[in-house]
């Protein structure tokens, strides 16, 4: 995967997990992994199609995506509901946004797909032949993972 | 904002009425609270764009304002864009999208919305950017 892609994706999501928190967020080493990775409680899938294609996985557990749902709308969720689902899924389209949003003025051309949300346990996500990059940030509220797989189109 | 009118009232003793189209129940709910705060009036929400499209021209010629996504599963935000502005062409369309690309703005602007908001949203970026709108075209 190419360097210039990813750095988008690590700024737009320490800044827009601020922005929305009003918290402190530290990035924590960068790894690479190519194998069959496990997830946590909560994913959230966003696709990228167009000139670059793969896609960005947003990766939580249970207790942190609901402390992260309640501050972003300013009340208490105990349960994982509809509200607080879509609450993570918007916070995963807006820090994909951001990014795709840059790459373009670097001059990448592509889109993403409406973002979907995967809940349960013991998950695990296999790409074939695509390399992820995972990106873990800290937060006060619990540790967000985010995973970016791209390639560019044959 | 203190003791000024609310920026919802129109003056004359009724309030800016609004459809939110979002897929997302998170935007809908957030951009309902602000606009609430300010006493417009949300008379409707969709959640893709074909639904937006239905409901623009349903509650047609009450709608003051449509706040609109554009990443929406079905039909997108700019096809909904195209297809209202096709039914009135003085609809008042704020775009509201967390994808900022300079060509997709561009071509909303180009299209007829009459503002372009970069989610994440905030109070203060919401209500400034419905002032200009409301004060342009009033």
Redesign the interface.
């Given at each position: 995967m190419r360097v210039e892609y990813i750095n988008p994706f690590v700024e737009s999501s320490v800044n827009v997990l601020k922005e929305v928190l009003g918290l402190q967020v530290r990035r924590e080493n960068v790894s690479l992994k190519s194998k069959a990775l496990p997830v946590l409680d909560i994913a959230v899938i966003v696709g990228l199609v167009g000139q670059v294609e793969g896609r960005v996985i947003f990766d939580l557990d249970r207790k942190t995506a609901l402390n992260i749902a309640s501050k972003m709308n300013d009340e208490t969720l105990t349960e994982f509901d509809d509200l607080a689902k879509a609450t993570i899924t918007e916070l995963g389209n807006m820090i994909t946004g951001r990014a795709v949003t840059k790459l373009s003025e670097l001059g990448y051309k592509f889109d993403v797909t409406p973002p979907a949300i995967f809940t349960g346990n013991n998950m695990e996500i296999s790409d074939v032949n695509i390399e992820a990059l995972i990106v873990p940030i800290e937060t006060e509220l619990g540790r967000v993972e985010v995973n970016v797989a791209l390639r560019e189109k044959a | 904002m203190g003791d000024e009118i609310p920026l919802g009232d129109k003056g004359d003793g009724t309030f800016y009425k609004v459809l939110i189209i979002d897929?997302?129940?998170?935007?809908i709910?957030?951009i309902s609270q602000i606009l609430q705060s300010q006493k417009f009036e949300v008379i409707g929400t969709a959640a893709d764009g074909q639904e937006g499209i239905d409901k623009y021209k349903e509650l047609h010629p009450k709608v003051d304002l449509v706040t609109l996504d554009i990443?929406?599963?079905n039909v997108d935000g700019i096809t909904c864009l195209e297809k209202i502005i096709e039914f009135d062409k003085n609809a008042k369309i704020v775009m509201m999208?967390?994808?900022?690309?300079?060509?997709l703005v561009k071509k909303a602007l180009l299209t007829g919305a009459k503002s372009y908001i970069?989610?994440?949203l905030d109070r203060d970026k919401i209500l400034s950017r419905l002032k200009s709108v409301l004060s342009n075209t009033n």
């Amino acid at each position: 995967m190419r360097v210039e892609y990813i750095n988008p994706f690590v700024e737009s999501s320490v800044n827009v997990l601020k922005e929305v928190l009003g918290l402190q967020v530290r990035r924590e080493n960068v790894s690479l992994k190519s194998k069959a990775l496990p997830v946590l409680d909560i994913a959230v899938i966003v696709g990228l199609v167009g000139q670059v294609e793969g896609r960005v996985i947003f990766d939580l557990d249970r207790k942190t995506a609901l402390n992260i749902a309640s501050k972003m709308n300013d009340e208490t969720l105990t349960e994982f509901d509809d509200l607080a689902k879509a609450t993570i899924t918007e916070l995963g389209n807006m820090i994909t946004g951001r990014a795709v949003t840059k790459l373009s003025e670097l001059g990448y051309k592509f889109d993403v797909t409406p973002p979907a949300i995967f809940t349960g346990n013991n998950m695990e996500i296999s790409d074939v032949n695509i390399e992820a990059l995972i990106v873990p940030i800290e937060t006060e509220l619990g540790r967000v993972e985010v995973n970016v797989a791209l390639r560019e189109k044959a | 904002m203190g003791d000024e009118i609310p920026l919802g009232d129109k003056g004359d003793g009724t309030f800016y009425k609004v459809l939110i189209i979002d897929d997302s129940v998170f935007m809908i709910k957030q951009i309902s609270q602000i606009l609430q705060s300010q006493k417009f009036e949300v008379i409707g929400t969709a959640a893709d764009g074909q639904e937006g499209i239905d409901k623009y021209k349903e509650l047609h010629p009450k709608v003051d304002l449509v706040t609109l996504d554009i990443t929406m599963p079905n039909v997108d935000g700019i096809t909904c864009l195209e297809k209202i502005i096709e039914f009135d062409k003085n609809a008042k369309i704020v775009m509201m999208s967390a994808l900022g690309k300079e060509d997709l703005v561009k071509k909303a602007l180009l299209t007829g919305a009459k503002s372009y908001i970069v989610k994440p949203l905030d109070r203060d970026k919401i209500l400034s950017r419905l002032k200009s709108v409301l004060s342009n075209t009033n």
